[in-house]
């Protein structure tokens, strides 16, 4: 069974930073792309990132570059957005999403976590 | 960047009626290449993360009842609901996954009427 569990969301001041974890099982993690995707309350969905399944290939929404990075450990199947000089509006639910498609960057989300929250509040 | 634009933002439809939800790309995200359209529908309900209802714009996603069908090619798509349930009470999203910013519209939030 495909499992991921994000962690790591917390309440930080404005311009703190967090690293937020997504633990995973039930896949090949290697060979699948990963994503985060965000959601504040009331709003719709926010596509934050995108890591290639080798790692060597990344994307970031232009909210977020040069403040997020988004990164990967193969060997302990598990996806990590660190995260930087934090805004009121990047307060969200986080949410990190399996590619459907081995190999390939370019591909749909299939499996989800429940999320992991984030307030930006001092 | 590719911006997606849905339309309308809410709809209400009777139980048994046709839903139907549209979704418009700033650009092409028909790949030449394999004939492949780089879009995704999902479905969210409140206080759940988004499930994956459609890919390559028509492909139905493993046990994902038949009344939901995508359908468009090119730049204009659309995502309809043969007979509306009332499980499917939900906010729909589209995705584009053809340029390396994997954007989503902005949401449709479907009620019974």
């Known amino acids: 069974e495909v499992q991921l569990l994000e962690s790591g969301g917390d309440l930080v001041q404005p311009g703190g930073s967090l690293r937020l974890s997504c633990t995973t099982s039930?896949?090949?993690?290697?060979?699948?792309?990963m994503s985060w995707v965000r959601q504040a309350a009331g709003k719709g969905l926010q596509w934050v990132s995108t890591i290639s399944a080798s790692g060597g290939n990344t994307h970031s929404a232009d909210s977020v570059k040069g403040r997020f990075t988004i990164s990967r450990d193969n060997s302990r199947n598990t996806l990590f957005l660190q995260m930087k000089t934090l805004r009121a509006e990047d307060t969200a639910i986080y949410f990190c999403a399996k590619a459907r498609v081995p190999v390939e960057y370019s591909s749909s989300s299939d499996y989800w976590g429940q999320g992991t929250l984030v307030i930006v509040s001092s | 960047d590719i911006v997606m634009t849905q339309s309308p933002d809410s709809l209400a439809v009777s139980l048994g009626e046709r839903a139907t939800i549209n979704c418009k790309s700033s650009q092409s995200i028909l790949y030449r290449s394999d004939n492949k359209n780089y879009l995704a529908w999902y479905q969210q309900k409140p206080g759940q993360p988004p499930k994956l209802l459609i890919y390559?714009?028509?492909t139905r996603e493993s046990g994902v009842p038949d009344r939901f069908s995508g359908s468009g090619s090119g730049t204009d798509f659309t995502l309809t609901i043969s007979s509306l349930q009332a499980e499917d009470v939900a906010i729909y999203y589209c995705?584009?996954?053809?340029?390396?910013?994997?954007?989503f519209g902005q949401g449709t939030n479907l009620e019974i009427k």
């Open positions: 995705q584009q996954y053809y340029g390396d910013l994997h954007t």
């Open positions: 039930g896949f090949n993690f290697r060979t699948y792309a």
């Open positions: 390559w714009a028509s």
